[in-house]
């Protein structure tokens, strides 16, 4: 994908509160967009256990604390630092990352190339 401001970015950080999560559709992909604070992080909406997504309730991917990533399924939880999971079936393995950068205002996957 180019570096082109004139991409339309996965949603807008004003979307999300501080501690805060939205579900994302890219080029075929089910995507997290998780806020924490500053730190915006992106993960493929699928949990590495059984393949399903996240959540059940659109945009409810942490847990009460807003701090961690909860699979509602079986409750697995993860770092939104790097999606490791740290609790649950699946622990060791990770959610699958999406580099991203925020600028202007807007949440963006960073190209690869």
Not at 63 to 87: K, T, V, W, Y
Request: with cysteine; proline share 8%.
């Amino acid at each position: 994908m180019p570096n082109d401001t004139t991409l339309s970015p996965l949603c807008l950080l004003s979307d999300l509160p501080t501690r805060g999560s939205k579900g994302v559709q890219h080029d075929g992909h089910n995507l997290i967009v998780v806020r924490q604070g500053a730190q915006v992080h992106v993960y493929e909406n699928r949990c590495p256990h059984r393949g399903i997504p996240l959540e059940w309730v659109p945009d409810q991917f942490l847990d009460n604390s807003g701090r961690l990533i909860q699979c509602a399924s079986h409750g697995a939880l993860f770092l939104p630092e790097s999606g490791e999971c740290i609790a649950g079936p699946c622990v060791g393995q990770s959610l699958r990352a999406f580099a991203c950068e925020v600028r202007e205002g807007g949440i963006y996957l960073t190209p690869t190339d």
